[in-house]
């Protein structure tokens, strides 16, 4: 199947801070990713979806002013989130579908962000 | 988008056939059905998608009736391994389509 990859796999912050996360398509081109985040012991949440060469969509109640996200390419789309908060900290996943077959989504192995 | 409904938990011992269902009552005519399985600290991975009747492939079956409101994941002679969070996704084909994700199965398999 299709390869998504993220990094940092895991990231440590101090509150105020910016950090980046990236998500790569390894092996096929994809005009639209998707961000998630999930907290412990509960499912994902869509935070919005990242559109190569335009602005990104934002699920309702995802603040897109401290969730920047950036698809500068077909294989990459970055999230920062800005001014950290402990509040934040969480586990990030993002995916692509492809499009071959029936357009099966693939997820990224997730970023965990810890602000301290 | 459609709404999933699956049972929040499930317990099997190793060896046994597990059965999870899903139901999505409103689902599209132009919706496929989708199951991920996600370990903790992981991101889902894709087990089978299907639209209609039954799908197989290596690790799993799907079985879907005809009305499509709703669909079973069977697994076969479960490990330990399969211990895991199993969800039922709902959406149209397209690169653009999102996914929304339900509350999932969290299946526990022991000795």
């Known amino acids: 199947g299709a390869v998504v990859s993220q990094h940092p796999s895991w990231v440590i912050c101090k509150s105020g801070t910016s950090v980046k996360i990236e998500c790569r398509s390894l092996?096929?081109?994809?005009?639209?990713m998707f961000w998630y985040r999930q907290f412990p012991k509960q499912s994902l949440m869509l935070m919005a979806t990242?559109?190569?060469?335009?602005?990104?969509?934002?699920e309702q109640g995802v603040e897109k002013d401290k969730f920047l996200i950036n698809h500068a390419s077909l294989t990459l789309s970055t999230l920062t989130v800005t001014s950290a908060h402990p509040e934040d900290s969480s586990f990030y996943i993002c995916?692509?579908?492809?499009?071959?077959?029936?357009?099966?989504?693939?997820f990224g192995p997730g970023t965990r962000l810890t602000v301290t | 988008l459609a709404k999933t409904t699956q049972p929040i938990s499930m317990d099997s011992y190793e060896g046994q056939e597990v059965n999870i269902t899903c139901s999505h009552n409103?689902?599209?005519?132009?919706?496929?059905i989708t199951w991920y399985q996600q370990f903790p600290s992981q991101g889902p991975r894709f087990i089978i998608q299907?639209?209609?009747t039954k799908v197989t492939n290596e690790v799993a079956s799907l079985f879907i009736p005809a009305d499509r409101k709703s669909s079973t994941l069977s697994l076969p002679r479960v490990s330990l391994s399969d211990t895991a969070v199993y969800y039922c996704?709902?959406?149209?084909?397209?690169?653009?389509?999102?996914?929304?994700f339900g509350t999932g199965t969290r299946l526990q398999v022991t000795l």
């Open positions: 990242s559109n190569e060469g335009s602005k990104a969509t934002y």
């Open positions: 995916s692509a579908r492809t499009q071959a077959g029936r357009y099966e989504q693939y």
């Open positions: 409103n689902i599209a005519t132009n919706d496929y």
């Open positions: 996704l709902v959406g149209s084909a397209g690169t653009a389509s999102k996914l929304t």
């Open positions: 092996d096929f081109q994809a005009t639209t």
């Open positions: 299907g639209y209609k």
